[in-house]
């Protein structure tokens, strides 16, 4: 079946940097998800892409389709405390019309104040 | 706009129990799919339904496990003798598939937490 790697496993940032994670897949996918998940909670949307090539931000959160459809990166610019939690792409694939996303296995990112 | 509803939050059965899992969608959509999470792992895809129709059940196992979306009331997941490794986050998502922009995001209920002892 489809995978996704994403990378970096976990992160241990000072509060204040930016935080960079991907994720890459051996298959084309033509929507690209990122969520947050924190302890207890089920994962929330965070940002959607429907285009190679499209940028697109929320906040301070910013995330890329990459132009080969086969990967993608989410950005986070000036962390705080609260952006602790475990982050997952998730991707679905071309010509389905059932809408089921693949997920990564998360990046677990931890802010120091 | 309430949002996706699981019940109960968490679950625990002994070995050979069923376990039911309930999840109600958000207000418009009716479009549900159910997820397993396990320990420092991703979400894995186990089934899409619409109402009264399983649309893709290739990520549930044959035996023990069968899903149901019913005209009326909630999607239930349901796992008959239950065995040590169905231990897991069972998590619920909707998603409105209706044309535009939002087709294929999905919105997360809060988990159902099974433990089996």
Redesign the interface.
Known sequence: GQQLNQSPQSMFIQEGEDVSMNCTSSSIFNTWLWYKQEPGEGPVLLIALYKAGELTSNGRLTAQFGITRKDSFLNISASIPSDVGIYFCAGQLENTNAGKSTFGDGTTLTVKP | NAG?M?NPRHLVRRRGQEARLRCSPMKGHS?V?W?RQLP??????MV?LQKENI??ES?MPKERFSAEFPKEGPSILRIQQVVRGDSAAY?C?S?P?TSG???????????TRLTVL
């Open positions: 996706v699981q479009h799919y997820y420092e792992e991703g979400l894995k895809f899409y649309i893709d990520g998590f998502a998603s598939r922009r939002s087709y294929n995001e999905q919105f997360f209920g809060p988990g």
